[in-house]
């Protein structure tokens, strides 16, 4: 379906600061050009207004302390406070503009990737690797909330503080001017080079911090946990991870060093600043040029023309990080294709049935749907077809068994019809029409699907059964659940229907899940049932009601049934048999036996001992 395997962390090697990109980032911004303006605003008030502290130190030492002026030195100290006070203030009004600007976007981006991501077919999901999509909704997206503080708040602070400072030198003196400008370069160089280093450290960072999750996603999960345990590697990946751990640890380490080096060099280099002023300006004192207060604003005024340069010098680096983030965001964006509704779609309406969420079980159950498979192929992989040329009409309200060894692709069929994946060729008919021509709410809801692993999340059974239909009311509920033989148990819980089940709650076995799972859909009421039975054994008792209830379940609907009991196989109206994506041989029970052909043998290895020919 060309996905495709791809590696998201390749982005960040290349920032794409194409026109269109930034154009494309430019838009999630875009709405909120007024607070922007608004911050820009600030900015340049806050850096006029920092500019004042300095100039007023040369008016006081220039003027109100050689006069002797108590109350110009009041009034100059006092303005002083108020241009501080002031930018203090603006400063926070910035913050709020700041996070405002920033988690909004935030928000628009986590919203678009929820959409998008509920819209990503289910190949995604198989293929794209545990944890991943959670990285791309909370670390990436959070990521998000620094870029607009680091790149547009930062270009237009430094570049106004950087200006104003600089016109305010050369206006006071220009020859003194230039010797302060003359050292910039100084910090450029090194805070360019430190820049990149720590960059490439926290980029190697970045990675080995993912392979340690990586590996504790691994061994510390259930499934994970068991395989280590009872393949004894225990040892093995206490090795792995305690090397990762060691590995970024000790970057971790160079990263802080990397940034300490930097700040060392910078702070020398600050130094000298200074001490030329105090040499040079000195000069010019004697020489009767400029004044002592004039020397002591230079000083003050130093610190804002190298900090802003030093912090120009790694905006590109910021930029292109903020690229290379916005980037692995847009990668998943841009995935393609989503299985959605063709222009034009309609609402696939089936009798008295659709809309309505009464329980089955009722004796006037609504007519039902003709499932049709016209010389349909799918491929996973494009070069390896998983189905080829299925063809087969499964009547209204009757019950197709699909049987087969495993990896033919019975299963692969049944995700067909509710078009978790899209047929690759030919068509899929349900009550006559493409299912493509039907909204996929409407072909859905009409479709119940209880699999082999049960799904119920972590919630009390009321609630996993009502995510079916939420007005279903207790009446139904406990008549879905009497249907699906699981009553009696949920009744005999302490707290019933209330009973929390999942990680946090009881455990249930296979069979009372899949009778859940049966109830479920039988609340939902759908047209067409798509079971898949289960392999694993399940008990005698539990079998006989999981059977009652799939019975139940497929008592007047559209059934297709992956079928591993010889039970289910003799009740079923038409038997495919399915070997290599292919249907090789259909037709009921005893004609299939008599043939002698796969199905033969699949009867033999199975059920040849334990069940007498019928
Ligand atoms: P069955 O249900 O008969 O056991 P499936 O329909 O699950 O078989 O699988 C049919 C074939 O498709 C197998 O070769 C299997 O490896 C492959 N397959 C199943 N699911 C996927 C998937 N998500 N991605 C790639 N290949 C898959």
């Not at 079980?361 to 006037?364: K, L, M, Q, R, T």
């Not at 992989?381 to 080829?388: I, N, T, V, W």
């Not at 079916?468 to 279903?472: H, L």
């Given at each position: 379906m060309g996905m495709g395997k791809m590696k998201f962390d390749d982005l960040t090697e290349k920032p794409d600061l194409s026109r269109a990109m930034l154009l494309r980032i430019g838009r999630y911004f875009a709405p909120y050009w007024k607070q922007t303006a608004c911050v820009l605003l600030v900015l340049l008030a806050t850096s006029v207004l920092g500019l004042l502290p300095p100039l007023l130190v040369q008016q006081i030492v220039d003027r109100a302390l050689p006069k002797g002026d108590m109350s110009l030195l009041v009034w100059l100290v006092s303005a002083s406070l108020a241009a501080t006070l002031a930018s203090g203030l603006l400063g926070v009004l910035q913050s709020y503009l700041n996070s405002y600007i920033s988690q909004n976007i935030v928000y628009d981006m986590k919203n678009q990737m929820y959409r998008h991501l509920q819209g990503m077919p289910l190949q995604f999901f198989s293929t794209v690797q545990q944890g991943e999509v959670i990285t791309r909704m909370t670390s990436d997206i959070a990521g998000i909330q620094g870029v607009f503080s680091g790149t547009v708040v930062s270009v237009a602070s430094n570049v106004l503080i950087l200006a104003s400072t600089a016109g305010t030198l050369f206006w006071m003196n220009w020859k003194l001017a230039l010797v302060s400008v003359i050292i910039i370069p100084l910090f450029i160089t090194p805070t360019r080079r430190m820049g990149s280093i720590r960059w490439k450290l926290a980029k190697r960072t970045q990675e080995k911090t993912a392979e340690q999750n990586h590996i504790v996603e691994e061994t510390l999960s259930l499934s994970g946990y068991m395989l280590m345990k009872l393949f004894t590697r225990e040892q093995r990946e206490w090795n792995r991870f305690r090397e990762a751990n060691a590995e970024t640890t000790s970057l971790q380490i160079r990263e802080s060093m990397a940034g300490r080096w930097f700040m060392m060099l910078v702070n020398t280099f600050a130094s000298i600043g200074p001490m030329l002023i105090y040499l040079y300006g000195g000069y010019l004192f004697i020489q009767g040029e400029i004044s002592v207060g004039a020397i002591l604003t230079f000083v003050a005024l130093l610190g804002r023309l190298y900090a802003p340069a030093g912090a120009l010098t790694n905006l590109y680096v910021e930029i292109k990080r903020s690229v290379a983030l916005f980037q692995r965001i847009f990668a998943y964006f841009d995935m393609e294709p989503q299985i959605v509704d063709r222009p034009g779609a309609s609402p696939l309406r089936l009798g008295a049935n659709y809309g309505s969420s009464q329980a089955s079980?009722?004796?006037?159950t609504p007519a039902t749907a003709e499932i049709e498979f016209r010389e349909v192929s799918f491929a996973y992989?494009?070069?390896?077809?998983?189905?080829?040329n299925i063809s087969f009409t499964a009547p209204a309200g009757t019950m197709t068994a699909l049987v087969g060894?495993?990896?033919?692709g019975k299963t692969t069929i049944t995700n067909l019809i509710p078009r978790l994946y899209e047929a690759a060729s030919g068509q899929i008919r349900v009550a006559g029409q493409d299912?493509?021509?039907?909204?996929l709410h409407s072909l859905r809801s009409q479709i119940g699907l209880v699999t082999q692993d049960t799904y119920l999340f972590n919630g009390t059974i009321r609630e996993n059964l009502l995510y079916?239909?939420?007005?279903?009311g207790e009446e139904e509920l406990i008549r879905a659940c009497r249907a699906a033989y699981i009553h009696d148990f949920i009744a005999s819980l302490?707290?019933?229907?209330d009973t929390v089940v999942g990680n946090r709650g009881i455990k249930l076995s296979g069979g009372e899940k899949q009778r859940i799972a049966i109830a479920r859909v039988l609340l939902k009421n759908p047209s067409i049932v798509i079971l898949d039975e289960a392999t694993s054994a399940l008990d005698t008792v539990s079998e006989y009601y999981v059977q009652q209830a799939m019975a139940e379940l497929l008592r007047g609907k559209t059934g297709i049934v992956i079928a591993h009991r010889l039970s289910t196989i003799m009740a079923a109206d038409q038997i495919l048999v399915v070997s290599g994506g292919e249907i090789a041989e259909r037709g009921r029970h005893a004609e299939l036996l008599d043939r002698g052909g796969i199905y033969r043998e699949l009867y033999d290895k199975q059920f040849g001992q334990a069940v007498p020919q019928p």
């Open positions: 079980g009722d004796s006037n992989q494009s070069d390896k077809p998983s189905l080829r060894p495993s990896g033919a299912i493509t021509s039907y909204t079916a239909s939420e007005t279903a302490p707290e019933g229907y």
